[in-house]
């Protein structure tokens, strides 16, 4: 604050200063790896991403700084940051069309196809999380770049289910999207990717019939969601033949997994209180798991400052905050993923932590029955 009443040049996040490009970047190296020369350099996005990541986002630390208030509205109204959202689609659809030609007109070792195959799908998605942002903006032109991206990994149905479903379920029983303690991710990532779902169809037919119409008319918006993801099944595999299938589930699955993991990892045990009329209290930033190392919230679109974005939704990446009353991962999104899989690393890191501020008497404990020390 005192930087900014005596006209210094305020201490901003990086990622305020870049906005969503390393999104782009990431989605971008496959080409850095034919470039090289492939063959081996077509696993550069695994190795850098999932490999040497984890390390630098160690040694790299955490970034805890904050847009000051003062300034907020002035970088929450730049068109820099949704530039930087948009650049993704073409960058995406590029990536999509360089590796399907690759892999079934050219004449490449194995190895190389599938190291190929991998780092386009995680190239997709890391763009589900950039999607996420854009679902979220009021703009329609936001939205329906969000819902372009997340049609090529076939998953449009998000825009349904999380904007009005999870927000309005977060941290309750009732959420797909919330693991209970002493939950594997192995248990949670089935109930998780099917109920969510299933929930956005009802979420559409409870609002259709509403307004005195079937669920089963133009008017429902899953409809067009799922027919926008078969144009793309049906167009990638007529113009590239059979394998194009085995392509698309693959970046298919891997936004689903990596969003998977992120519920996991997002609201893991918390609960909100409910309340003598039979609702639930509004969520705070006690009922979300935060993080703040600095190479997690690049990559992640700044989704790991997620007690902030459940409180104020509207919020854009650029100014979310780091909320100190919040629990704190032990360590950045790029670590976590991996401890998730693992549930006795995830149990030795986290329930320490979890136990802990549960004992601060803030948080209903959100748990399988029995299983609470």
């Not at 949704?82 to 650049?87: E, G, I, N, S, V």
């Not at 019939?209 to 926008?228: A, E, H, R, V």
């Not at 705070?284 to 703040?292: E, G, L």
Request: hydrophobic share 45%; glycine share 8%.
């Amino acid at each position: 604050m005192d930087a900014v009443m005596s006209g210094e040049k305020p201490r901003l996040s990086p990622l305020t200063k870049v906005g969503a490009l390393p999104v782009s970047a990431v989605a971008l190296l496959p080409f850095v790896g034919y470039w090289l020369g492939g063959g081996a350099w077509h696993w550069l996005t695994i190795v850098l991403i999932f490999v040497i990541g984890p390390v630098l986002d160690r040694l790299v630390g955490e970034d805890n700084l904050n847009v000051p208030p003062q300034l907020e509205a002035r970088y929450e109204k730049s068109l820099y940051y949704r530039l930087t959202l948009w650049l993704y689609l073409p960058v995406q659809i590029a990536l999509v069309l360089f590796s399907y030609h690759l892999i079934t007109n050219t004449d490449m070792a194995l190895y190389a196809q599938i190291g190929l195959a991998l780092s386009m799908a995680v190239g997709v998605g890391f763009g589900a999380t950039l999607a996420h942002e854009l679902c979220h903006h009021p703009s329609r032109l936001d939205r329906f770049i969000g819902v372009q991206v997340f049609s090529l990994c076939g998953m449009a149905n998000f825009l349904v289910y999380h904007n009005y479903g999870h927000h309005n379920l977060v941290a309750t029983p009732e959420d797909p999207g919330s693991a209970r303690y002493g939950e594997s991710f192995w248990r949670f990532m089935p109930r998780n990717i099917g109920r969510k779902l299933v929930l956005s169809w009802q979420i559409e037919a409870k609002r259709l019939k509403t307004l005195g119409k079937s669920w089963l008319s133009p008017y429902n918006l899953m409809i067009w969601l799922t027919l926008n993801e078969l144009a793309w099944v049906v167009g990638l595999t007529w113009y590239f033949g059979p394998l194009a299938l085995v392509l698309f589930a693959l970046q298919y699955a891997a936004p689903r997994l990596l969003l998977s993991v992120g519920d996991y990892l997002e609201h893991y045990g918390l609960s909100r209180r409910k309340l003598s009329g039979g609702e639930y209290e509004p969520p705070r930033a006690i009922h979300s798991w935060d993080d703040s190392y600095m190479l997690s919230n690049f990559l992640f679109t700044a989704v790991d400052r997620h007690a902030d974005h459940h409180e104020n939704s509207g919020r854009p990446f650029q100014i979310l905050r780091v909320r100190h009353e919040a629990p704190r991962l032990p360590y950045g999104y790029l670590t976590m993923i991996f401890a998730a899989f693992v549930p006795p690393v995830w149990r030795r890191l986290v329930h320490p932590v979890l136990e802990a501020f549960y004992d601060k008497g803030e948080v209903v404990p959100h748990a399988l029955p029995g299983v609470l020390p």
